[in-house]
């Protein structure tokens, strides 16, 4: 996970702990718990680190494909999930 981080920009680090990938043949299939999460890394820039990093591991280019389900369960509130994700950083703060 560190190796895909290290490549991305930051604003991609937290969304990547919240999705799951397994390797099934020729293809990383990166599972995200929540539509947010999915729209957010389905990039070319995030499939393309993702892609390059687990190429490089496995020796053979690997297909990046993203899909909902297998990252943490999704939140029944969707304001709960933002203030969840959002509390990671220091300058978040949510107001009632």
Do not use: H
Not at 23 to 38: N, P
Not at 79 to 93: A, K, M, V, Y
């Amino acid at each position: 996970m560190e190796q895909y981080k290290n490549r991305l920009t930051p604003m991609y680090w937290f969304m990547l702990d919240d999705a799951r990938g397994t390797l099934e043949g020729d293809e990383m299939v990166v599972r995200c718990g929540d539509e947010l999460t999915m729209e957010s890394l389905n990039c070319p820039e995030v499939s393309g680190v993702i892609g390059a990093v687990t190429g490089e591991k496995l020796g053979r280019p690997v297909r990046v494909r993203f899909a909902m389900g297998g990252g943490e369960a999704a939140p029944e509130d969707k304001l709960e999930e933002l203030i969840r994700q959002g509390s990671r950083f220091d300058s978040f703060t949510v107001k009632p």
